[in-house]
């Protein structure tokens, strides 16, 4: 049975089901959700019906599909598993929302690598078994675990508004350090539909992770670490952090203090799309804009500008400098690794 899975590729890996799918579930969603979004921002402020009307309703409906190729192919599934993997998508979407498309596809495209090219009617066995699998576990659990990630979510924005300063805590600490481990944040607030309150504060969180790190590592990383790590993803420090738990601590640390700032003095919000990304591609400044549009422009921009761009980096670097004074951060410890490093560290 062993050499059965291996040759099918089932690992049955706990890393492979809830690290490596999850993150390829935030590329499903950023590949149509996330850019339908910024089609349909783009299509508002030039007032171009097409990109509003017809793009942004497109992306909406491909968004299940998206999520499920997408763990399809991060799981190796063969071809004809892949393709109707889309079915799954659209039922697992329509039933469950994105955590119906990630059961059911993680079931569907196993079974159905298990049963691809076992039989001489391949052709038909494998996309009816697929489909057939993946729908039926989206009916079969698709609304009870959406329905508990809605509960759970709604669960977390109730506390964040009655305990704002301890949940600002909790919230915009816990969402950053799960943008920087190999978990993407992004799929996690969405699962959770993550809005208001709660939502600003893991914006918060995460910005302090990404522009923290940029900062902080920009005299070892130069200015091409420093967009990569802005603009990109804190994820990058991950072999680092591995060495090295310390270096978690500054950003971290700054969350902890912004956090509650935006959930007391100066109230932040965002919506589920927007909450996990940080300052990704600046989503989460833009899904920040088109949440909070019914406050002045002004002051929401001097508080994106100063919560979740400045004393993010400001914080991060004093708290840096403080530890690196008493070697608990050494020179060195932030320099991130080159492809062909990273590439000898996995083959031995």
Same mark, same amino acid.
């Given at each position: ?28 969603? +950023? ?18 019906? +097409? ?31 892949? +393709? ?63 329905? +508990? ?60 992770? !990404? ?26 420090? !991950?072999?680092?952090? !591995? ?93 991130? !690794? ?11």
């Amino acid at each position: 049975m062993k050499d059965f899975l291996k040759k099918k590729h089932v690992t049955l890996s706990p890393k492979v089901y809830f690290i490596d799918a999850l993150g390829a579930m935030a590329y499903g969603l +950023f590949a149509t959700l996330l850019v339908g979004t910024l089609i349909n921002t783009l299509g508002q402020i030039l007032g171009w019906a +097409f990109l509003t009307d017809t793009l942004w309703p497109l992306a909406q409906k491909a968004t299940g599909p998206a999520i499920a190729v997408s763990i399809a192919y991060i799981l190796n599934a063969p071809d004809l598993v892949l +393709f109707a993997s889309t079915v799954i998508g659209l039922a697992g979407y329509e039933l469950g929302g994105p955590v119906g498309v990630y059961v059911a596809a993680l079931v569907g495209v196993e079974i159905g690598k298990l049963i691809s090219k076992e039989t001489v009617i391949d052709l038909i066995l494998t996309p009816f078994v697929t489909v057939v699998s993946g729908v039926l576990v989206a009916q079969a659990v698709g609304p009870y675990i959406q329905n +508990f990630m809605l509960y759970l979510g709604k669960l977390v924005m109730t506390m964040t508004n009655q305990s704002p300063l301890i949940m600002g805590v909790l919230v915009s600490v816990v969402v950053g350090i799960v943008l920087t481990l190999p978990i993407s944040s992004a799929a996690l607030c969405m699962m959770l539909s993550l809005s208001g309150l709660a939502g600003g504060a893991a914006t918060i969180g995460c910005c302090c992770q !990404m522009v923290g790190f940029a900062v902080m590592s920009y005299p070892e990383n130069g200015f091409s670490g420093l967009l990569a790590q802005g603009l990109g993803t804190s994820m990058l420090q !991950m072999p680092n952090i !591995m060495k090295n738990w310390r270096i978690l601590l500054p950003p971290s640390l700054a969350a902890a203090i912004l956090g509650p700032i935006a959930t007391t003095v100066y109230p932040m919000m965002n919506n589920p799309l927007g909450s996990g990304m940080g300052t990704c591609g600046l989503v989460g400044q833009i899904t920040t804009l088109q949440t909070m549009a019914s406050e002045p422009i002004s002051q929401v921009l001097l508080a994106i500008l100063f919560l979740q761009i400045l004393l993010p980096a400001i914080l991060s670097t004093l708290i840096c400098v403080f530890m690196k004074k008493r070697s608990w951060i050494k020179e060195g410890d932030l320099t991130l !690794m080159d492809l062909d490093a990273i590439k000898a560290s996995q083959e031995a």
